[in-house]
């Protein structure tokens, strides 16, 4: 169960109630205006992450070695869409649990990536085979 469903509204009639008796309904305003501050502030870093991802095609990473690195296990996706600034190649049926995403460079090389409630559980780093030189000996 994802409990900041649940705590993040508590907490926001508990700050509307504290400012109430704080200041009665001067405190009501001030609160609710911070609480609309804090929507506001995640509502367009939302919007230019997906801004930034809407300019590149989807399932693009400039490198995905090094997305590999960077990731970290209970991230949500938004994290990783602004990591790579792009919107992950959907493998998985929509709407069902885990949900399934790759992205891949220009290499070959592809990150898949799981989500099980929005939050990163297990990742996957494949690289291509590297071809072997055709005109260079070996060295003795």
């Known amino acids: 169960m994802n409990f900041q469903k649940i705590v993040?509204?508590?907490v926001g009639v508990v700050v509307v109630v504290v400012g109430y008796r704080a200041a009665g309904w001067a405190g009501v305003a001030f609160a609710a205006s911070g609480?609309?501050?804090w929507m506001?502030?995640?509502?367009t870093r939302l919007m230019k992450v997906l801004q930034r991802a809407?300019?590149?095609?989807?399932?693009y990473t400039d490198s995905a070695v090094m997305l590999n690195a960077?990731?970290?296990?209970?991230?949500?996706?938004?994290?990783?869409?602004?990591m790579t600034r792009a919107i992950?190649?959907?493998l998985s049926p929509k709407g069902e649990q885990p949900e399934v995403y790759r992205w891949t460079d220009n290499s070959g090389s592809h990150v898949t990536c799981e989500f099980r409630l929005g939050k990163l559980v297990r990742w996957e780093l494949?690289?291509?085979p590297?071809?072997?030189?055709?005109?260079?000996p070996p060295a003795p």
């Open 8 to 10: 993040l509204p508590i």
């Open 35 to 37: 609480i609309v501050m």
């Open 40 to 43: 506001l502030l995640h509502f």
């Open 54 to 59: 809407s300019e590149r095609p989807v399932g």
């Open 70 to 82: 960077k990731l970290q296990l209970k991230v949500n996706l938004l994290h990783v869409v602004a």
């Open 88 to 90: 992950g190649e959907q």
């Open 126 to 128: 494949v690289r291509p």
């Open 130 to 136: 590297a071809e072997p030189d055709q005109g260079v």
